[in-house]
């Protein structure tokens, strides 16, 4: 059986291929591949060990060959006529007043294809402006409406944390984010703060969450009595990182207990420490702040 690679493409769309013709292959070796009509070119991002039965119904296409440097010049030339095509298509939806943003716009390897991704608030009759694109680049069109999150995904960047966005380096699909997520990690409430490149929550929110709550789970609430190996105190915070509670004793000095240290708890709550553990950035200070973070909190459940 034929090995099965992973290919990138433009924007980060990845699909898997067959190497049908057993080609010698490595990673960041740029290929062409089998289209839906005609060729297209992605780099080639990692074999697939194991068993293909996860890459679900539809049997993958075929890897014809490496790219030369001939494709190589002409993949350049592509990319450089795409920003071309886009400053044109803005102007074209300008003249058909459509309520549309351009985003991208994607030519197929062999111009078979050309595919505009945009993003709108609402649903856009495109109709007339597909026959003029049709008619002025003599192939095929596709428009595709895309979320914000995608958006950011095809543009790329970099998130608040320095690193290159998650969208656009591991995650492959979009979950559901509420600023509950953010409250469980003692995040601020902060929507500047919050909010990614996109304008929504932060993806890492998400992905993050299961790992505070596991570790959570293994340690008592803030403001919990509790009696351990190195004395008595008051949970006053949760290390998630070293799976610890911090706890506060009767003369005020602080000490860190993991679970295996801990003797007994008491049910009963302290509200005060519990209170103050919270911190006064986790609450909205204005009622637009507020608004701000109910708007994220719709946006990111729809």
């Not at 902060?190 to 998400?206: E, Y």
């Not at 008595?232 to 993991?258: C, K, P, T, W, Y």
């Amino acid at each position: 059986m034929a090995e099965i690679y992973l290919v990138e493409f433009k924007g980060t769309r990845r699909e898997f291929f067959y190497n049908s013709y057993y080609h010698a292959l490595k990673e960041s070796d740029y290929v062409i591949v089998e289209a839906e009509r005609g060729e297209d070119i992605g780099r080639v991002s990692k074999k697939v060990t194991g068993s293909p039965e996860f890459i679900g119904a539809e049997k993958p296409r075929s890897i014809l060959r490496r790219a030369g440097d001939e494709d190589h010049e002409r993949l350049e030339q592509l990319r450089a006529r795409e920003l071309q095509y886009k400053a044109e298509v803005v102007e074209m939806i300008s003249q058909h007043g459509l309520p549309m943003k351009v985003v991208d716009v994607e030519s197929q390897y062999d111009g078979n294809k050309m595919t505009v991704f945009f993003t709108a608030d609402h649903r856009v009759d495109f109709r007339g402006l597909v026959k003029d694109l049709a008619s002025r680049y003599r192939t095929r069109i596709e428009l595709r409406q895309i979320g914000v999150r995608d958006e950011a995904r095809r543009l790329g960047g970099y998130g608040i944390c320095g690193l290159p966005q998650c969208c656009s380096t591991f995650i492959r699909e979009f979950a559901p984010i509420s600023t509950q997520h953010a409250r469980e990690q003692n995040l601020p409430l902060n929507p500047s703060k919050i909010s990614g490149n996109c304008g929504r929550l932060l993806c890492c929110l998400r992905y993050e969450a299961d790992m505070y709550t596991a570790a959570k789970a293994k340690l008592p609430n803030v403001g919990t009595r509790i009696q351990t190996k190195h004395g008595n105190g008051v949970v006053v915070r949760i290390d998630v990182f070293n799976e610890e509670a911090i706890l506060r004793d009767e003369d005020g000095v602080l000490f860190r207990s993991s679970s295996d240290d801990i003797i007994k708890r008491e049910s009963k709550i302290d509200k005060r420490v519990a209170e103050e553990a919270r911190g006064p950035e986790e609450i909205a200070d204005s009622a637009e702040s507020r608004e701000e973070l109910r708007q994220l909190d719709l946006d990111d459940t729809e």
